[in-house]
């Protein structure tokens, strides 16, 4: 079956610009995430939704970054008037969360570039 | 405050070789614990997992120990197998709530 897309595969934008990423997760997968990887670093957790339920936002570094989801379908996380650092891969993963923690099935990514 | 560490950013061994591939972790209130791995241009895949009330789960070539009191995991690949060449990273997380803490990774290269 179709795993975790990711789109675009990769984005370059200039300082100050708006972007939207999009991910569509496993279908029938309850829990979706959203991390980013900068270069050299691990994966850093930045929102997680699960079912209904309000969205963990604790790892959103700052106010310009904000993700939303319909229903248990498509994510999207957009970034708004982008820094350099926000340079980075952005991975999106969904579970089949049956209570706690389970394996996470990740997209491929999209590699931001901010110029 | 890096909570999941892997101190070693890579590791090369011979092909038939054992691969042991170590992580620290500071958080106690962790008790789940997987291994990823990561192709150039992918996303990670999930390799194995162990709950902290085991010390050992083996899957195949692959077998992870957990040693809770020191707060130390580590992968154990055995025979490795130039395909297992890859970005392996670790991660951590808590039954109550799914969001992972993941490592820096380490590359493991596997000479023919």
């Known amino acids: 079956g179709a795993g975790v897309s990711q789109s675009p595969s990769n984005k370059v934008t200039e300082k100050g610009k708006d972007v939207e990423l999009r991910c569509d997760p496993i279908?029938?997968?309850?829990?979706l995430y959203w991390y980013r990887q900068r270069l050299g670093q691990g994966l850093e957790f930045l929102i997680y939704f699960q079912g209904n339920s309000a969205p963990d936002k604790s790892g959103l570094p700052s106010d310009r970054f904000s993700a939303e989801r319909t229903g248990e379908s498509v994510s999207t996380l957009t970034i708004q008037r982008t820094q350099q650092e926000d340079s980075a891969v952005y991975l999106c993963a969904s579970s089949f969360q049956n209570g706690g923690v389970d394996e996470q099935y990740f997209g491929p990514g999209t590699r931001l570039t901010v110029t | 405050d890096q909570q999941v560490k892997q101190n070693s950013p890579s590791l090369s061994v011979q092909e038939g070789r054992i691969s042991i591939l170590n992580c620290d972790y500071t958080?106690?209130?962790?008790?789940?614990f997987l291994w990823y791995k990561k192709y150039p241009a992918e996303g990670p895949t999930f390799l194995i997992s162990?709950?902290?009330?085991?010390d050992k789960n083996e899957d195949g070539r692959f077998t992870v120990f957990l040693n809770k009191s020191a707060k130390h995991l580590s992968l154990h690949i055995v025979p490795s197998q130039p395909g297992d060449s890859a970005v392996y990273f670790c991660?951590?997380?808590?039954?109550?709530?799914?969001?992972?803490?993941f490592g820096k990774g380490i590359t493991l290269s596997v000479r023919p």
């Open positions: 958080n106690s209130m962790f008790d789940y």
């Open positions: 991660a951590a997380g808590t039954g109550a709530n799914s969001k992972l803490t």
């Open positions: 162990i709950s902290s009330i085991k």
């Open positions: 279908s029938g997968h309850t829990a």
